[in-house]
């Protein structure tokens, strides 16, 4: 079984930020890199930008970080049975090396269930985690081991792709489809036609996707306010979000949070 001894998803600092173990941990680290930031082995610095994933063995020298604010990642302590090693072993994922891909949200979404998970009480919670580690590390090892995606040569995917992560690490901001066309200094009409072309949904519905998935989070972990968590997930009227928040699950806030609770021994 992979146990998970500790977790955080989209966590954030708001100052320089530099994580140095010299002896590393007991345990695996697994973490998915969401901003700029630096990593350093065998006295080699090397930068890495947003969608970077990094595991380390146990006992490992660790050192990476950022020099400038607002550092984001999602981080995962764990650790594997010895019955269990030949599985992570046969991933053959790099060990204490950066990795890059074109797009880290599925690994994020993972990230997501397993802290959640990790904070409920259900009766099969460590199945549950251990189901959800596998499954994320079995899906790092094939975005690895598939052909890069066609949309990553685009001469615009660097560019797009940059925009794109601060869309779904910071949902919350005023996005509007002007305000993103002109960061990129292209006409609304052909941002939104290229957007689509790379990424196969549109910059709002990315946003609003984030800002719900994130909505969801917060329901399930604190007692935060269905009014105050509208307005820290992006939404200016309370009601907007609710009505968003319906279609999306179907459920009021309420009656989400509700139904989890109540789903939890």
Known sequence: ?????????????QKPFDMLRPEGSSDYTLLVIKSSAFFEYSQTYTDISANTVILYDKNSYVHYGCHSSDY?????HFDVEEKDLPFLHELNIPLQTPIHLSDA????????????EKHSSHTYKNQILDTLMRSLLCTLASQ???NPDKAASHKYFGLMNDLRVSILNAPHRKWTVETMAQSVHMSPSYFQHLYK?????????????ARLKNACFYLRTTEMSIQSLAGFCGYDNEFHF???FKKYKSMTPSQYRSHYRNTSP
Do not use: A, K, P
């Not at 984001?72 to 995962?76: A, E, L, T, V």
């Open 242 to 244: 609710m009505r968003q």
């Open 197 to 209: 072309e790379l990424f196969q949904t549109t910059c709002m519905q990315d946003v609003i996707s």
């Open 72 to 76: 984001n990642d999602d981080w995962i």
């Open 105 to 116: 949200g599925q690994l994020s979404d993972y990230s997501r269930l397993i802290v959640m």
């Open 144 to 146: 690895i081991l598939e």
């Open 1 to 13: 079984m992979i146990s998970i001894l500790n977790c955080g998803y989209e966590s954030r600092h």
